[in-house]
């Protein structure tokens, strides 16, 4: 049912993101944070991802609707998939 995660300016939050199981989910905003990674289904309706430079692993699998993607910088990823 979560179709929309506005997690921005948390600096506290470090933990990973799991979104695995939320198919549904359309905007992902989590700039200012520093999460260490997320994880989102395989497929789904995503079409927005602001994600902040710490992350370090990501994955995205078949989310074919997603047009706006922003990331400071990608120097941190270690894995993406």
Known sequence: MLEHLDIRNC???TQS???T???N????YASGTNI???NLASGGNLTTLDLPS???NLILVNQPL???????SYASIKSLR
Not at 25 to 28: A, D, N, P
Not at 66 to 72: A, C, E
């Open 11 to 13: 600096p506290n939050l």
């Open 17 to 19: 993101i799991d979104l």
């Open 21 to 23: 199981g939320c198919l």
């Open 25 to 28: 989910i359309k905007e992902v």
């Open 36 to 38: 260490s990674a997320v």
């Open 54 to 56: 710490s992350v370090t």
């Open 66 to 72: 997603l047009t706006k993607f922003t990331m400071p």
